[in-house]
Structures are given as C-alpha cells and as structure tokens.
C-alpha cells in the first residue's frame, strides 16, 4: 500500500524564500514506514522534510493517530474553548471563530457555549468530523484550509493550534488563511519552536536515535522564521513568544539522562489498516456535565490565566529557546 508514492516530489526550492541552499538537518521516520529526511534552507532557517510525505499519507497517519490517541482529552479541549471565550469576549463580543483541525470539536463548543461567538471549524480527519457534526451540532467543514471555498472574508478570528507544522505548503496555507479572514481579523497560531524541536531530533541521531514521528510534524520554525512568514504573508503581529523552558535543556542533550520517548517507537500503519476508530465512546450525559465540571468554573479559570500570565517567562522570539511559540496576529 505505501511506497515511493506515499511521498510528494522532492523539492528544489525553498517553501518560503525560494532559496536552493539547503543542508542536511537531521533523519527520522513517519509511523516507521515513511524515512524522512529534514533539511534546513540556509538562507531563511525553515527546516523541513523532504520530499513531504503526501496528503494521502498523512490522512492515513492522522486516521492511525486517532485511532492510537482514542479519546484525547476531550474535557481539556471544551476547557480550552472556554478559557479562548472568556479572553475573548472582551476584545470582540461576538463574530465568527474559525478553529482550523478541530478534531471532534471539543474546543468550539466551548467557545459556543461561553460567548456569542459563532463557532466553526474545519478537519481532515472523517470520523472526528462525523461526531462534530452528528453529536455536537457543529458546523464544521471536511477537509483542509485549502479546500474551503466561496466563504472569503467570512472570519473574524482564525485559530490555528499546532496546525502550520503540519499543512502541505505554509506560504498558500497563509495566504489562503487571509482570504478567508475580514479586514482587520485576528488569526492565532501557534506551534513548536522549530530550533529547539530541531535540535532535539538532531541531539537524538548523534546519539544513534531516530524517531519515529506519529504527528506529521514535518516544518520545524524557529521563531525569527515564523516571525518573517507572517510579515511576509500580510499580517501585522500583535504578539510573539516561546514559552515552556523545562524542555530546553533536555532538547539540547544537556541533562546527563538524556530523555526521550520510546513508547512510539514501534508502531506502524499497516497495523492500524484494519483497525476503526469505535473506541472514541463518550455519552450525551458526560458531553453535558462539561459545562458544570468544577474545574471548569469561570472565577477558577480567570485565577489560573493570572497565575499564568505572572509566572510563566515568555521570551521573545531574538531567544530561540523555549518548547512552543505562540504568535497573535492582524490581518493588514
Ligand atoms: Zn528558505
């Protein structure tokens, strides 16, 4: 089922300078059955895979991934939305969300059930699309960014969580994204930091390591390119930092007990061939008890966004360092 063809063309060019100086980065394997081979363009730092596994690949991942995960955290999803809601509301009390690889759609109807806001949202995956519709009463669109049509200017605010590391071509996957944004929309994004990510791959082939990637995590950004990419691509940033540092020496190899995951390392796709995803069972009463789970009450949440804001460091993006990026964002 999978071979060569699993893979998009190599390419000669960078995805986003257009430059051809590329070096070797680093070596690592898709669900065991796809070799992949990061390279790092030389004049504008993206890192990347190449060739690129191709979409139908990456759909069978994802579907595997699903399948792997079960239920992923379905409560911290509608927390999520929740928490977005109440940020929200006070910037802009009411428009249309887009949530860009909703999964199931946890994390809309969170945003639904706490704000104004009209929630949408757009996935891949079959199934989590099914259940967002059927069983949540969403609208959510099949499919990719890309395949969004004659809905332009229709967003005020886009959210892409851990989404840009994924997509096939981040400019047109940018570039469709404003399209689809009114003047003056918001768009939010973030995504592992890509130097650090980065090195910890590299840090895992010194050591005679290759991982076996499930996410198709296949552009790493270290934070200036993130940074030019949406200036490129037409947007004003409002706001830009990395946090979470507790990863950053072990990313590096500087613990002296180098850590890294194995309970990935055996898995491939031909085992998940047969396999569906009936697992995902939640009932209508535990999606209803969400809105009253006691974790989830307002005063709690607005306590632990302050605790937030005051001690987690967020370093600017001149520093590399830190395990995720964030970047809030103005369509110009
Ligand atoms: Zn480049």
Not at 26 to 34: I, N, Q, R
Not at 197 to 207: E, I, Y
Not at 259 to 274: G, S, V
Request: aromatic share 12%; glycine share 8%.
């Amino acid at each position: 089922m999978f071979n060569s063809a699993g893979y998009n063309p190599s390419v000669e060019r960078c995805y986003f300078c257009n430059g051809s100086d590329f070096c070797p980065h680093s070596e690592a394997t898709y669900w065991l059955d796809f070799p992949l081979h990061f390279v790092e363009c030389r004049t504008c730092r993206l890192i990347f895979a190449n060739p690129m596994p191709s979409l139908q690949t990456i759909q069978a991942g994802n579907r595997a991934l699903n399948i792997h995960h079960r239920s992923r955290g379905t409560l911290s999803q509608y927390r999520g939305g929740k928490e977005f809601a109440l940020a929200l509301n006070p910037i802009a009390p009411a428009g249309i969300l887009l949530d860009v690889g909703c999964a199931e759609g946890f994390f809309l109807l969170g945003v639904k059930e706490n704000s104004p806001w009209q929630a949408e949202g757009v996935e891949i995956i079959d199934g989590a699309v099914e259940f967002a519709r059927k069983r949540l009463g969403l609208t959510v669109h099949h499919g990719t960014l890309d395949t969004l049509e004659n809905i332009a200017g229709r967003f005020d605010f886009i959210r892409m969580n851990n989404v840009i590391e994924h997509v096939q071509h981040p400019v047109r996957f940018l570039e469709k994204a404003r399209q689809l944004l009114k003047p003056g929309g918001r768009i939010y994004c973030s995504t592992p930091n890509g130097f650090q990510d980065g090195h910890f791959l590299k840090t895992a082939n010194r050591r005679g390591f290759k991982f076996n990637l499930l996410e198709n995590h296949f552009f790493y950004y270290p934070p200036q390119t993130l940074r030019h990419l949406f200036e490129a691509g037409g947007f004003k940033i409002i706001k830009h930092y990395a946090e979470d540092l507790s990863h950053t020496l072990n990313d590096f190899g500087l613990l002296p007990r180098f850590k890294y995951p194995r309970e990935n390392q055996t898995l491939n796709l031909a085992a998940f061939q047969n396999k569906s995803n009936e697992d995902f069972v939640i009932s209508d009463e535990e999606i209803h008890a969400f809105k009253n789970h006691p974790a989830l009450k307002t005063w709690k949440l607005r306590f632990h966004k302050f605790r937030k804001e005051l001690f987690n460091v967020k370093l600017p993006p001149v520093f590399p360092l830190g395990h995720q990026q964030e970047i809030y964002a103005l369509k110009l």
